[in-house]
């Protein structure tokens, strides 16, 4: 494959390079994608459950590494991107499994979380997931390492995603290679690269805007994962607003393009559900919706006395026990 180098951003302080993550970050949203480049300080730091998140995907990042003893960590706890890069040229040569290894290409720049060796000048791209199957965004994610490497000219032959088997149990130490399954995607992975030369080059033009892109709020701000911009672009929204209607997000999509935000302001002639229709009715009275008989009707069932128990639960991507399977939710 041949690629033509998009136009770089000019220099003016920003980066010369889209990282893998930034990419992804443009593809969902490019008001976040200039954000990420032009206001920094308006995404917030991962809360305690994004890092728990985070540090679920290292743990089985490192587990992945298990399924290859004899790889070698590229540039740990290197920061410069000119340094990982030559790190890396250096490691290829000894022909064994590199993790992280790091490529810049024709303003694009990439870690490969496991390269892994095959015939002379050949390569298989391991991408390592801690979910339970592939999902489309680990297309996007595998299709732009492999652009960036062929354009840096190395031979690809195979693209593939690790995730967790989630039929996998628990029985002793963790085996690797039973909690994993190999899927190769190359074929889905390079049709998809074929956009990315005109997809970067629009990136770096959103990058060298003025002002942030003017893109309106929608499903894409929890897809395919919620936008670290979320609510500071839905800051605008009334506490008692359209996308609040009870198991009604399309519907109050639909609202938000006729300019209706308040749940109170919904026109008669919408058709709403016997419970969004509560909802409403209490937006637009502020009284509180209270159904005696039924509360009645229920109260009359019950037998004193009463016990009650609650309790919360947790799953980890890992089992922590015999006899449990990835996520699976224990007490």
Known sequence: MVYSAPVAPESSGQESFISKSKYLWGLQCPRLLWTAYNQKDLIPEPDAAQQAVFDQGHEVG???????????????????????????DQAMNLRRPLFEAAFKAHGGYCRVDILVPRRTYEWDIVEVKSTTSVKEVHLHDLAFQAWVLTSAGNRIQRCSILHINPDFVRCGPIDPKQFFIRQDLKEQVFERTRSIDDQLA??????????????????????????????????????????????????????????????????????????????????????????RPAIRTFLSQLEYPLS??????????????DGLSPYQQVP
């Open 62 to 88: 490192q587990l992945a590494k298990q399924l290859y003893p004899d790889g070698i960590e590229i540039g740990e706890g290197v920061l410069d991107l000119e340094e990982t890069v030559r790190l890396t």
């Open 202 to 291: 629009e990136m770096f033009q959103v990058i060298r805007q003025q002002a942030h892109p003017d893109v309106k709020i929608g499903p894409h701000c929890d897809d395919p994962y919620t936008c670290p911009l979320h609510d500071h672009c839905w800051a605008f929204l009334p506490e008692n607003n359209v996308l609040t209607l009870y198991r009604g997000t399309k519907k109050g999509l639909l609202l938000l393009e006729r300019g209706i935000t308040d749940l109170q302001d919904i026109p008669a002639d919408v058709p709403l559900t016997d419970s969004q229709e509560i909802q409403v009715q209490a937006a637009k009275t502020g009284k509180p919706h209270i159904d």
């Open 308 to 321: 009650f128990l609650d309790f919360e639960t947790f799953g980890t991507a890992i089992p922590l026990f």
